[in-house]
C-alpha cells in the first residue's frame, strides 16, 4: 500500500487523529495552515473528488461532525472547507480528502487562508484539546 492516507487509515502510520467513522478517518494535518487545520479522508481508496463515486457523500457526515468540533473545542471564528482535485489544483496526496480549516480574527478573509500561523510544534497541544 503506498497510498499515505491509506496507511494511515490503515493504522501503519502515525496520526493525530480526531474523528473516525465507519466511512472516514479525521486527522491533524502535520504542516497546518491554521491552528486546528483537520483533513477528512475516507477509508476507501478515492483519487479525489472527480472520481468519488459517493465518497464525498460518505464523509460528509464527518466533515460536519468535525466542523462543529473545531468550532466547540478551539473556538474559531469561522471554517474553511476545501478540497483540491488534481495536482494543477494542489492536490498533494492522490487520496481523496477534505481541508477543515479554522479561521480567527488575527487572519481574517480568503487571503489570509494560505498565510500560515499555526505552529507545528503545538499539534500535541491542539491534538489534546480536540479529544479530551
Given at each position: 500500500m503506498s497510498?499515505?492516507?491509506?496507511r494511515i487509515v490503515a493504522?501503519?502510520?502515525p496520526?493525530?487523529?480526531?474523528?473516525a467513522?465507519?466511512?472516514?478517518v479525521a486527522?491533524?494535518?502535520?504542516?497546518p495552515?491554521?491552528?486546528?487545520?483537520?483533513l477528512?479522508?475516507?477509508?476507501?481508496?478515492?483519487e479525489s473528488v472527480?472520481?468519488?463515486?459517493?465518497?464525498?457523500?460518505?464523509i460528509?457526515?464527518?466533515?460536519?461532525t468535525?466542523?462543529r468540533?473545531?468550532r466547540d473545542?478551539?473556538g474559531?471564528?469561522?471554517?474553511n472547507v476545501?478540497s483540491s482535485?488534481?495536482?494543477v489544483a494542489?492536490?498533494?496526496?492522490g487520496?481523496l480528502?477534505?481541508h477543515?480549516?479554522?479561521r480567527?480574527?488575527?487572519?481574517p478573509?480568503?487571503?489570509g487562508?494560505?498565510e500560515?500561523t499555526a505552529?507545528?510544534?503545538e499539534?500535541?497541544?491542539?491534538?489534546r484539546?480536540?479529544?479530551?
Amino acid at each position: 500500500m503506498s497510498c499515505l492516507f491509506c496507511r494511515i487509515v490503515a493504522g501503519e502510520l502515525p496520526s493525530r487523529q480526531v474523528h473516525a467513522d465507519e466511512h472516514a478517518v479525521a486527522f491533524l494535518d502535520i504542516a497546518p495552515f491554521h491552528r486546528g487545520h483537520t483533513l477528512v479522508v475516507p477509508r476507501r481508496h478515492v483519487e479525489s473528488v472527480l472520481s468519488a463515486d459517493g465518497a464525498w457523500t460518505e464523509i460528509a457526515p464527518a466533515v460536519e461532525t468535525c466542523a462543529r468540533l473545531l468550532r466547540d473545542r478551539l473556538g474559531c471564528a469561522g471554517l474553511n472547507v476545501f478540497s483540491s482535485a488534481g495536482e494543477v489544483a494542489g492536490q498533494e496526496v492522490g487520496h481523496l480528502h477534505v481541508h477543515l480549516v479554522p479561521r480567527y480574527t488575527a487572519a481574517p478573509g480568503l487571503r489570509g487562508l494560505l498565510e500560515k500561523t499555526a505552529d507545528p510544534d503545538e499539534l500535541d497541544d491542539v491534538h489534546r484539546e480536540l479529544t479530551a
